[in-house]
Every structure is written in structure tokens, then in C-alpha cells.
């Protein structure tokens, strides 16, 4: 296969953000806000990937939404409205700020797509196959949330060669009895923060685990992933795996891990959200009596049950 792609095609120009899931683990909050809008502290998940994506120059941003979410869209676009009422009510730093996390259409463009059944995150992707501009295209799951600079997708565009790789996922090493919660790379090698890999298992149980490289919730993957998606069988959970679809294009479009430097925060998770409530918290020097507080108390818990 040809691997050498032009410099515009290889391009990272399009995010894809699967945002469509319905978010059980967290209900009853997540009956009326959607789990994308809940914040650690005060920033809503969304907003993190959205900075994400605009600090890496993602030129367009497609959304893979559900019909009851309709809050989503709200949140991503500007409220004229609201930020007009803030300002007349002398409120003229809220509405910058709100300004400044709504996405400016003049710089970044916007495409909501419905997946109506949670038929995947496969299917989630394939959904967005008709409103991404050509090239290689990035997949941010905003519930992974992961903390750094620069930020984990920056670092995986500036690492991406097609010529290598075209597929290339986040990666993290997991505890052994941690792999059949993720998919898992079949590593052959490193180099540097790459790590080469000749496929990928789906939620292996332990004892069948290739390694212990965990991929997490970014991607950069071949334009071509779109092709491997439509009519790929269903997989684990009887859902249209991403998974399965990269590790079927491994031969032709060569596959690797990505070694990121940030921290990430399993937010689809109440324990994962709350740890990083927390180490959020605790960069804001307003905040750091509280967390004291509440590190004392874990201490004195632990200590008693001792």
C-alpha cells in the first residue's frame, strides 16, 4: 500500500466527538443534563474536548448526538441572548466567558449528525462519514478526560505519520485485571512515544490480553476507516466495535499506539469523576482549604479502619 500520502490529505482537519450515549451510570442526573454537560467543578466535560480540538487547529467539529440531547447543541453555539442579559445586568465577565467557550463559527465549523440506536462507537463514527472533510480524521470521547499541556490530541497530530501508521490510538498501561474493560493493543515495538502494534483485542479477558497498552478515548485515524465500518459485523456487546474495524485495516494501513504525557480521568465513571473534580480543584488555590479538608477526613477514615 501507498503510504505517502500529500501534506494537505494527511492533514488532521476533522474531530468527531460521540456524544450520543445516554449516560446510565450517572442517572438520576442524567435524566434531564446530558453526561457531557456535568462538571468537573465547574467546567462542563464538552468544554474540555472542545478546547482540546481548537488548541490541536481541528477545523471542524461533528457531533454524534441523540434526538433527547438537544442541550449539547445549545451549550456549543453562542447565546446572544444570555450573554446581551449579563451584560445589561453588569455582568460583563460571565458573558465573555460564556463567549469564549462557544464555538465561533467564522473559525471553527459545527455539524450535529443523530445516532438514533446505541448501536456502538463503530456506528457512532460511521455516522459522521458524510460531514468530514477529506484526510485523516480525529475521534475525542469526552468522558475520557485528559489533563496536560500540551493536550493529548496536539501531541498525537504533531506524532502522526501516516507513512508509520495510519491509525493511531491513545494508550495508557493498565493493571492486568483492568484489560477486558478496553480495547488492547498487540504491541510489536516502540519508537519513541510510539508504540507499534500489529492489532487490537476488544475487552480480552486477562489471561488472553496481547499486552497491557489500554486505549483510551482519542484517535487519528485514515480517512479509510469510514470503508472498514460499513457493513462490519457487530462485536463485543453485539455493537459495531472502532476497534474492530481498526484492527481489520491493520495490514493495509499499519497501526500504533501513542504514549501521551497527560493525565486521564475515566469520567464515565463516578470514582473517575470525582478524582478529577478533585485535581482540578487543587489547582485553584481557592479550593485548597477544601481539598485539605477532604484529604483529612479520607486519612482519618482510613486510619480508623485500620
Known sequence: MDRNPSAQTARVRTAIFPVAGLGTRFLPATKATPKELLPVLDTPLIQFAIDEARAAGIERMVFVSH????AIERYVRADEELEATLRERGKARLADMLSDNALDESETQIRFVMQDEPLGLGHAVLCAKDHVL???????LPDDLILGEPGCLSEMIDAYDPQKAGHMVATMQVDEEAVSSYGVLDATGRDGALILAKGM?????????????????????????????????PGAGGEIQL???????????????????????????????????????????EYHSVV???????????????
Open 134 to 140: 477529506p484526510g485523516p480524521v480525529a475521534v475525542i
Open 67 to 70: 434526538p433527547s440531547k438537544s
Open 292 to 306: 485539605g479538608r477532604t484529604v483529612e477526613a479520607a486519612d482519618v477514615a482510613v486510619t480508623a479502619a485500620e
Open 243 to 285: 476497534t474492530d474495524a481498526i484492527a481489520k485495516a491493520v495490514d493495509g494501513e499499519g497501526l500504533c499506539g501513542f504514549r501521551f504525557t497527560g493525565t486521564r480521568y475515566d469520567c464515565g465513571s463516578k470514582a473517575g469523576m470525582l478524582s478529577a473534580t478533585l485535581a482540578v480543584a487543587s489547582e485553584d488555590t
Open 201 to 233: 483485542v476488544e475487552k480480552p479477558a486477562p489471561e488472553d490480553a496481547p499486552s497491557r497498552q489500554a486505549v483510551v478515548g482519542r484517535y487519528v485515524l485514515s480517512g479509510k476507516i469510514f470503508d472498514d465500518l460499513e457493513g462490519l459485523p
